[in-house]
Nanobody, 122 residues
Framework: QVQLVESGGGLVQAGGSLRLSCAAS????????MSWYRQAPGKQRDLVAS???????NYADSVKGRFTISRDSAKSTVYLQMNSLKPEDTAVYYC????????????????WGQGTLVTVSS
């Protein structure tokens, strides 16, 4: 199991910045990627940004040039630096960890954090 704890959410004015953190603990062997998703009220949960164990990054078109995902050297903590925030960025942001584990077979697993609320006022 992997435990994910998000922090850094809050209320910010449009044009402002926030940095979200996600700390992973537990069995992180086989961790292949960590990602940030967000879900606004009445909307589906969408991928915002991801980073692989090799350091490759991917961003949703809506946040390219404004958000940056990064990780620490141990690859157990990821960050989401959010700049030039817009009201449409308002959502609950969730941390996701993807693992590939070998037991009797190859297993692809996912873990989710509890989420942190980001509210951007206009």
């Amino acid at each position: 199991q992997v435990q994910l704890v998000e922090s850094g959410g809050g209320l910010v004015q449009a044009g402002g910045s926030l940095r979200l953190s996600c700390a992973a603990s537990g069995n992180i062997f086989g961790l292949s990627s960590m990602s940030w998703y967000r879900q606004a009220p009445g909307k589906q949960r969408d991928l915002v940004a991801s980073i692989t164990s090799a350091g490759n990054t991917n961003y949703a078109d809506s946040v390219k040039g404004r958000f940056t995902i990064s990780r620490d050297s141990a690859k157990s903590t990821v960050y989401l630096q959010m700049n030039s925030l817009k009201p449409e960025d308002t959502a609950v942001y969730y941390c996701n960890a993807r693992r590939v584990v070998l037991t009797t077979a190859v297993r692809n697993l996912e873990d989710w954090g509890q989420g942190t609320l980001v509210t951007v006022s206009s």
